[in-house]
């Protein structure tokens, strides 16, 4: 698949120079972001999962068990690590705010039901949670920013299972198609409209949990389920714990 960027002087085709045309998407059990949660728990993990499988409203089952775990229980939640540990250093080595960072992002997007990227950077950009304002009005954006960064080095080949050094294997670069029918290349050195083209073409997906529907609370072993295994509570020597699955592509 290709896809245009338009402003007033010309549009920009992305493609991979080994590739003719390629989609952009992120997605896989590596993306798992675990979070610790206060266990101040009223019943026990199994009955929470139980209770919150198939909630009414059509909100879905994440949504819900965040909003009572969050806002009704008032339970914290703490962000500890990303299941993949290659991709936690594939993070850091993009933006080392960048783990906590989505780590919010996903908590955002689904506690408050947003699906744009632009709507949960929105969302960060108002509440600050990693605290990078201090409280002042601040001119720059920087959930914005690092939001954008991710996206741009995934599109140009960082994934969670190989190490990445920053080494774009998209040689080709974006090519820009210009309205008279001039074609010149747009250079890894100038990102800026690649970048914001991302941040505004982009959404958040949710894949299939795996979750058992016979045992809440369990992971799915039916041949063909996808192992994310992401999504409902549980418990590891007392300490309880959440994960949340980031997948993203192209609206």
Wanted: proline share 4%; charged share 30%; with cysteine.
């Amino acid at each position: 698949m290709k896809h245009k960027i338009y402003n007033e002087d010309h549009s920009i085709e992305i493609r991979d120079s080994d590739i003719p045309e390629k989609d952009f998407e992120i997605s896989g059990e590596n993306y798992n972001f675990i979070f610790k949660v206060e266990n101040n728990l009223p019943n026990s993990v199994p009955q929470f999962n139980e209770m919150t499988y198939k909630p009414l409203g059509g909100i879905s089952k994440i949504t819900y068990r965040l909003q009572k775990l969050i806002d009704e229980l008032k339970l914290i939640f703490t962000f500890t690590s990303v299941q993949s540990n290659q991709l936690w250093k594939n993070l850091k080595m993009i933006d080392g705010d960048l783990p906590e960072l989505l780590a919010y992002a996903l908590l955002y997007r689904y506690k408050y039901q947003k699906v744009t990227m632009v709507e949960v950077a929105e969302l960060l950009e108002n509440s600050d949670p990693m605290n990078f304002y201090n409280g002042e009005k601040s001119v720059q954006k920087l959930y914005e920013y690092k939001l954008k960064r991710f996206l741009a080095e995934c599109a140009m080949g960082m994934t969670a299972e190989t190490p990445w050094h920053g080494m774009y294997d998209t040689t080709g670069g974006v090519i820009i198609c210009k309205k008279d029918g001039d074609i010149v290349c747009f250079h890894i050195y100038d990102f800026n409209l690649f970048r914001e083209y991302l941040l505004r073409n982009t959404k958040f997906e949710q894949s299939s949990t795996g979750e058992d529907e016979d045992n809440p609370g369990t992971p799915r072993i039916k041949k063909g389920t996808k192992k994310y295994y992401y999504g409902w509570l549980y418990e590891e020597e007392g300490k309880l714990f959440f994960k949340l699955n980031l997948q993203t592509r192209f609206k």
